[in-house]
């Protein structure tokens, strides 16, 4: 038996389809937000400065995006 690692310890988010049956990207422009590719939905989640890096920041924002797309909160 090959050893796989719990799915628990795997921290990396996977984006849930849209409920239009669309798949959901990333997209970085100023702040990071996740979109819809086949109706335009999307959910931005914008937060205080955190990180010193703008980088950082972003993918912050990209993954706090990505937990309220996740948990069903798309604006219609």
Known sequence: ?????????????SLKKCGCGGSAK???DTH????CARCGSEVT???????????????????RAAVRWNEGIIPQ
């Open 1 to 13: 038996m090959r050893w796989q690692p719990d799915r628990k310890d795997d921290t990396t988010p």
């Open 26 to 28: 990333v997209v970085y």
């Open 32 to 35: 990071s937000r996740i979109m």
């Open 45 to 63: 989640a914008k937060t205080m400065p955190f990180f010193r890096d703008p980088a950082g920041q972003r993918e912050h924002e990209a993954w």
